[in-house]
């Protein structure tokens, strides 16, 4: 492959194209009109318009994908994550036209893409499931009765699901039956399958998740864990690796399972097999994500692997660049994906241009974003702006490179989820190590970012009334520095 088109936009587009650029590749761009004048348009070597603004009418329709590729010569796709990165059909497309996907096959995306065909597959190879149902239950009745077998509270959940949608925690057998058709309501609604099972609900959960290779020579590999239990609304926002609370013992365990799971449906390419552990640090298999996760980059930074190169020369049909026992972790490294959001307000999403946008720099920093100063940020897709990302040699320097980052990341014009990013690696749960998925739940209330606000400001006024009582000119030298420092800090609320 001497040209790739890569069907995203944004960061994970840029990212794409940049390892791309340093292999020598040639890249095409996809755009929709909202999209138009948005860095990765203007990083590619060519850029091609699919359609208006909706996804359904541009990053979501294979067609013009397709298409696009026929008319620029480019001979693979490279899907980044999200849109189309998991669609088996796009996939037989891709392979119909004699294109490459830069991912695995989709006959493996079909098997992993339902969490029962994933739980089937994976018990071929013994890996530990959590106590429930190994078929989809449409009987409430029947259903209701194994429940009973596997103890309340459960949790029941959309075979074709993901992002906590077709989910619902069910505490006691007479909350059993309005559950059970609320899940499959909404499981209905969002993803067209109204297939549900049965899990014991673990209480008190770590969400542990193992990136793997797989190349078309039967090579399969691991590269650690990335711990992501920071969570709000079943979705991710804090990611680290390696995790703070596995055991050597048990990131063995961990792997192999993972590679196995892979194994099971000759897996090729990167993919995430995901585990929830429990108090007692017993971890089962979640599901697998047959795809680039958002999170890869604090994978990169352990390992020294670059994921993407590996995926292309993978899709090149070249083995594995490296052994399993060549892999070693080296330090430690922290992500934050920064949303255009409100944590005072439920998370919910802002919309707006960026007035100010100028990204943190120095030792250990790294920013993949898609923005830049002036920009708007569309109502049409993910709201997340950027992932902040910092490495260490350990993971108190990565959190306190974190930290310095953060507010040294300077955005106004909307609000965003930095703040929220700071208060968690801030806090003594996480700091200690001692968090679960519950912690946004547990521990983070709107009231504790107003509180950071109005310390602020205390402190700048105090710092204003020592400048007007004309004090030595050393100390207003310093107080120009720290009111300034207050100023950036605000975010722009």
Not at 125 to 140: F, L, Q, R, W
Request: one cysteine or more.
């Amino acid at each position: 492959m001497q040209k790739i088109l890569v069907a995203n936009r944004g960061e994970i587009a840029l990212r794409v194209m940049r390892s791309a650029r340093e292999m020598g590749i040639k890249t095409v761009a996809v755009y929709s009109e909202a999209d138009r004048d948005a860095l990765h348009v203007r990083y590619a070597d060519e850029a091609v318009c699919i359609g208006p603004a909706p996804s359904n009418q541009s990053y979501l329709v294979g067609a013009k994908i397709i298409e696009a590729c026929k008319q620029t010569g480019a001979e693979g796709i490279h899907p980044g994550y999200g849109f189309l990165s998991e669609n088996a059909a796009f996939a037989r497309l891709v392979r119909e036209a004699g294109l490459i996907l830069i991912g695995p096959s989709p006959e493996a995306m079909e098997v992993m893409g339902n969490k029962l065909s994933a739980k089937a597959a994976a018990l071929k190879y013994n890996i530990p499931m959590v106590p429930g149902t190994e078929e989809a239950i449409t009987d409430i009745s029947e259903a209701k009765r194994r429940a009973v077998e596997v103890g309340f509270p459960i949790l029941i959940k959309a075979a074709a699901g993901g992002g906590g949608k077709g989910m619902r925690i069910v505490e006691s057998e007479a909350d059993f039956e309005e559950q059970m058709n609320l899940a499959v309501s909404e499981a209905t609604s969002a993803f067209g399958d109204g297939s549900v099972f049965i899990e014991r609900y673990v209480s008190s959960p770590r969400h542990i998740e193992i990136q793997v290779l797989g190349d078309t020579h039967g090579n399969i590999v691991h590269l650690f864990e990335r711990d992501c239990s920071v969570q709000r609304r079943h979705q991710k926002v804090v990611e680290e690796a390696p995790s703070s609370v596995l055991t050597p013992e048990i990131r063995e365990a961990m792997g192999r399972c993972a590679v196995d799971v892979a194994r099971s449906v000759n897996y090729t390419g990167a993919g995430t097999v995901e585990f929830i552990m429990d108090d007692q640090l017993n971890f089962y298999f979640l599901e697998m994500n047959t795809r680039l996760q958002v999170e890869h980059p604090v994978t990169e930074l352990i390992t020294g692997i670059d994921l993407v190169k590996e995926q292309i020369n993978i899709a090149r049909g070249h083995a594995i660049s490296f052994k399993q026992e060549d892999l070693k972790i080296k330090g430690h490294a922290m992500e934050l994906r920064v949303y255009a959001e409100d944590p005072a307000n439920n998370f919910l999403p802002d919309i707006g241009t960026l007035q100010t946008y100028v990204t943190p720099q120095g030792p250990g920093v790294r920013v993949d974003d898609g923005f830049e100063q002036g920009m708007e940020i569309p109502i049409y897709y993910d709201p997340m702006i950027a992932k902040l990302i910092t490495y260490g040699k350990d993971r108190k320097e990565a959190i306190d490179r974190m930290v310095r980052a953060i507010d040294e990341y300077i955005i106004t014009g909307i609000t965003t989820t930095l703040p929220f990013g700071k208060f968690v690696m801030q806090h003594e749960a996480f700091t200690s190590g001692n968090f679960d998925t519950h912690f946004v739940k547990k521990y983070f209330t709107p009231d504790v970012l107003n509180t950071e606000d109005t310390d602020e400001a205390e402190i700048a006024a105090l710092l204003m009334e020592r400048l007007l009582n004309n004090k030595k000119v050393a100390v207003a030298e310093t107080v120009g520095v720290a009111e300034s420092n207050w100023v950036k800090n605000r975010r722009a609320l």
